[in-house]
């Protein structure tokens, strides 16, 4: 397994104060192992900003529950929580419903992200490198404001393997998830480094060993 450079868009996209952090965007199709990934980047020092974490926090807010209420379906606020398993067979099942829901998080969880990164640019030492970890980072156009994309693969029958193991999903399950997403070939092409999450712990630890430096060096690599 090795972090490869890919024939990717996704590099040099922002222009970068000098000594500002560089701007990572992490994403992988499901079960590839994407927090595996960023786990091992925070504990080398990245910040890491979690899409999901924040999205979940977005789904708390009194303002944002009211919108999907009044928006996506009243059924899915129940005694003041989202009823998240059936929030998810609606969105998954109604793209307009899909839509409606990611205008009224979305816009809350860039804001956050933009919030937390302020404030680690603001701190007396500021993180070597920012990574947003992003499951639809390409779907939603996210990687014009990275230095660099990061895309975490493994092949199908893998990631199904892991996943029955971790939530007891099967495979026709796996496949609606990656034929709601880009297609795991097209995200590979569009990044600017692969990692290859086909082995073992092992090999991921050497992987994104390979890839630590690359990423510190992205600052170097801007117009």
């Known amino acids: 397994m090795s972090a490869s450079t890919a024939d990717g868009e996704g590099r040099a996209r922002r222009s970068t104060a000098p000594g500002y952090p560089p701007r990572i965007g992490l994403t992988g199709s499901v079960g590839a192992g994407k927090s ?38 009243p059924d899915l606020v129940v005694d003041g929580r989202l009823d998240r398993a059936a929030t998810a067979r609606r969105v998954f099942d109604d793209p307009a419903a899909r839509s409606r829901l990611e205008a009224i ?5 860039r804001r956050a992200a933009a919030a937390i990164e302020a404030a680690a640019m603001a701190a007396a030492t500021p993180p070597p490198l920012v990574v947003h ?16 994309t990061v895309v975490v693969a493994a092949p199908f029958a893998q990631r199904a393997a892991r996943l029955a193991a971790r939530s007891g999903m099967d495979e026709a399950a ?3 998830r ?13 990044a600017t480094f692969v990692i290859d999450n086909g082995g073992d712990e092992e090999d991921l630890d050497a992987a994104v ?7 510190l060096g992205m600052a170097g690599e801007r117009p």
């Open 36 to 73: 595996s990934v960023a786990r091992r980047l925070a504990e080398r020092g990245a910040l890491v900003i979690d899409a999901d974490a924040l999205a979940r926090r977005a789904t708390e807010d009194p303002e944002v529950l009211a919108r999907i209420a009044a928006e996506v379906g």
């Open 105 to 109: 998080v979305h816009p809350w969880v």
């Open 133 to 148: 970890d992003v499951p639809l980072l390409f779907e939603n156009g996210l990687e014009a404001g990275m230095d660099a």
């Open 174 to 176: 796996v496949r609606a």
């Open 178 to 190: 990656d034929a709601a997403q880009l297609d795991p070939v097209e995200k590979a092409r569009r």
């Open 209 to 215: 060993a390979e890839l630590w430096p690359r990423l």
